[in-house]
Every structure is written in structure tokens, then in C-alpha cells.
């Protein structure tokens, strides 16, 4: 069970968009609709900014979005902002049967 | 609102266990429909999902690593547990314990600040 493919590195401009790619299987992310997006800070635990593919925790900025299409899933920040520079990692489960969940090999995302 | 903290040893010598406690403030421990994970972090590195306990009694472990994982409950305390056996360089890492969301989301929604444990030789 190999770790799900994202970019090493994203940059772009304050106010700009980005979108972090996650790439999996079809035993993984094309399979299940649980992939989840998790931002983390240095020295500080992830915090979960997407679940179920689309679907953001209450109270977080719709300037997150996710989506996914087949082995793909996507993180999209709009409207850039300087704390928005930080680690992202994607998730997927991965049903039973496997080590259940499977993560991202991550993205540091730099706000120029 | 919920709150974990994971506590133990920061250190530990080759082929020894590694111990960790996650103490739960905010919900019991016993509350039904909750996944109570432990993930670890190797230093500049991803995630690793290393197991969980449900429902007090049903823990799931990584494949990779259940032939040395332990994860259980203290219900009086309303904290769990993790047991790493037999441990080398290779688990050293920052060690998180986790809640999901509920509902089987099968998202991780609450996590402790993490421990750093280091593997000795």
C-alpha cells in the first residue's frame, strides 16, 4: 500500500488560486469517497480542512475546496493568504482487508 | 470541547516498547460511534496511520505494523494507549493520537499536539 502521489512543492502570489494534486488507485481514492485534506503548520498537529472529498468542517473558509475524479483528488485555495503557507497532506481510506488509511506524501504550499 | 494530549517516555532504547498515553478531556472515552487513532510522523516526512481502538474493545491496526502494535483503553481514566514492541531508528517520529469526525467519515477531526520519540541505540 503505497503513499498517495502529491507535488513536492505549490507556490503562488498572495490573492492568487492553487490546487494540490493527490493521486492514488483505484483501490484507494478511485474506490472511496473519504479522501480528506489535513493542513499543518511547523512544529504543529494537521488540521483537517476537507473530508469526504468536498465537504469542509464547520466554520472553516470557503476558500477551500475540494474535488476528485477517478484516482485524483484536488485541494484548491483561493484567495491566497500568508497563513495559508504551510504542509498539506491528503488521505484516503482504503477499505477493509488493507492498512485502512493511506496518506499523501505531502505539499508545502509558499505564499509569495 | 475535546481536547487530547498524548504523554510518555521521549526516549527509548533500541528493541525495547515504546509506551504512549492519549488522555481524552471534553468526551468520555466510552461515547459510542468514535475512532480513537494513533498516527505517526517520521521527522521531515508524511503521515502514517498506525491503528485504532473502537467502542472501547475493537482495535484495527497498519498491516505494516501489527505484529508489534497494541492499542487500549482505560476507561476509568478516559485515556488510550499505545504499545510499540521491539522498536529501532525506524520508529523514531512525532507520535499524534487522533479522534475522527463520527459518522464514518473516516476523517481525523480532533488531534493531540504530538510527542516526539526518539529510538536509541
Known amino acids: 500500500q503505497s503513499a498517495l502521489t502529491q507535488p513536492a512543492s505549490v507556490s503562488a502570489s498572495a490573492g492568487q488560486s492553487i490546487t494540490v494534486s493527490c493521486t492514488g488507485t483505484s483501490n484507494d481514492v478511485g474506490t472511496y469517497d473519504f479522501v480528506s485534506w489535513y493542513q499543518q503548520h511547523p512544529d504543529k498537529a494537521p488540521k483537517l480542512i476537507i473530508y469526504?472529498?468536498?465537504r469542509r468542517p464547520s466554520g472553516l473558509s470557503s476558500r477551500f475546496s475540494g474535488s476528485k475524479s477517478g484516482n485524483t483528488a484536488s485541494l484548491t485555495i483561493s484567495g491566497l493568504q500568508p497563513d495559508d503557507e504551510a504542509d498539506y497532506f491528503c488521505?484516503?481510506?482504503?477499505?477493509?482487508?488493507?492498512?485502512?488509511?493511506?496518506f499523501g506524501t505531502g505539499t508545502k504550499v509558499t505564499v509569495l | 470541547q475535546v481536547q487530547l494530549q498524548e504523554s510518555g517516555p521521549g526516549l527509548v532504547k533500541s528493541s525495547q516498547t515504546l509506551s504512549l498515553t492519549c488522555t481524552v478531556s471534553g468526551v468520555s472515552i466510552t461515547t459510542d460511534g468514535y475512532y480513537w487513532n494513533w498516527i505517526r510522523q517520521h521527522p521531515q516526512k508524511g503521515l502514517e496511520w498506525i491503528g485504532y481502538i473502537y467502542n472501547t474493545r475493537h482495535p484495527y491496526y497498519s498491516l505494516s505494523l501489527e505484529s508489534r502494535v497494541t492499542i487500549s483503553v482505560d476507561t476509568s481514566n478516559n485515556r488510550f494507549s499505545l504499545k510499540l514492541t521491539s522498536v529501532t531508528a525506524a520508529d523514531t517520529a512525532v507520535y499524534y493520537c487522533a479522534r475522527d469526525n463520527g459518522g464514518n467519515e473516516h476523517a481525523f477531526g480532533i488531534w493531540g499536539p504530538g510527542a516526539m520519540v526518539t529510538v536509541s541505540s
Open positions: 469526504e472529498n468536498t
Open positions: 488521505c484516503s481510506y482504503a477499505g477493509p482487508g488493507t492498512s485502512l488509511y493511506v
